[in-house]
């Protein structure tokens, strides 16, 4: 099975900072990783996929990243909605697998 | 656009059988490149996926639940379904039912998710 490592596992940042999140897969997953966001008592939405697509609708404040092992997520001027638990999912091969999440708390 | 929607128990025993059903609007569950399936999230917990079917029967299952759990297509009723054998307390979680997108690898979009408590 496919390992995948977020970093960190809470970050506290104000609204207006830049927030990284790191996901490292333990074998190449090329461009197989997907980034989601999920608030509290809600389903996970899908923010980007084939590691830096950005899905329609999400705020270009969010990017991705990477290939191989290690991606990036990166939330430019941290807004208020988006203090939420955030997930890589890699698709490189069966059985899927998550990154713990990580979860961006207001400083 | 494709929503997806579970129903079943929010209870059940251990031992027992656990069943959920997932309702597919606004699309076809059928004809495409499309998958459909399930991921749980025990209290508190992250992510694990579940069990991935498309519209002809093609399944593939999660190894570390394979040999408990049956996924099942409907196509009449635009629905596909989870059966969970002998439930034991570890099972408690939420279940979403989603789409996924076998040209991406992603699960988009989601059900609400529905809570399954395992308790006597």
């Known amino acids: 099975d496919i390992q995948m490592t977020q970093s960190p596992y809470s970050v506290s940042a104000s609204v207006g900072d830049r927030v990284t999140i790191t996901c490292r897969a333990s074998q190449d997953i090329s461009s197989w990783l997907l980034w989601y966001q999920q608030k509290p008592g809600k389903a996970p939405k899908l923010l980007i996929s084939?590691?830096?697509s950005l899905q329609s609708g999400v705020p270009s404040r969010f990017s991705g990243s990477g290939s191989g092992t290690d991606f990036t997520l990166a939330i430019n001027s941290l807004q208020p909605e988006d203090f939420a638990t955030y997930y890589c999912?890699?698709?490189?091969?069966?059985?899927?697998?998550f990154g713990g999440g990580t979860k961006v708390e207001i400083k | 656009q494709v929503q997806v929607q579970e129903s079943g128990p929010g209870l059940v025993r251990p031992s027992e059988t656990q069943s959920l059903t997932c309702t597919v609007s606004?699309?076809?569950?059928?004809?495409?490149?499309?998958?459909w399936g399930w991921i749980r999230q025990p209290p508190g917990k992250g992510l694990e996926w579940i069990a991935i079917?498309?519209?002809?029967?093609?399944?593939y299952y999660n190894p570390s639940l394979m040999s408990r759990v049956t996924i099942s297509v409907d196509t009449s009723e635009n629905q596909f379904s989870l059966k969970v054998n002998s439930v034991t307390a570890a099972d408690t979680a939420v279940y979403y039912c989603?789409?996924?997108?076998?040209?991406?690898?992603?699960?988009?979009?989601w059900g609400q998710g529905t809570l399954v408590t395992v308790s006597s």
């Open positions: 999912q890699q698709a490189k091969s069966f059985p899927l697998t």
């Open positions: 084939s590691a830096s």
């Open positions: 989603a789409r996924w997108r076998s040209s991406l690898g992603c699960f988009d979009p």
């Open positions: 606004g699309g076809s569950i059928g004809g495409s490149d499309d998958y």
């Open positions: 079917i498309n519209y002809s029967g093609t399944t």
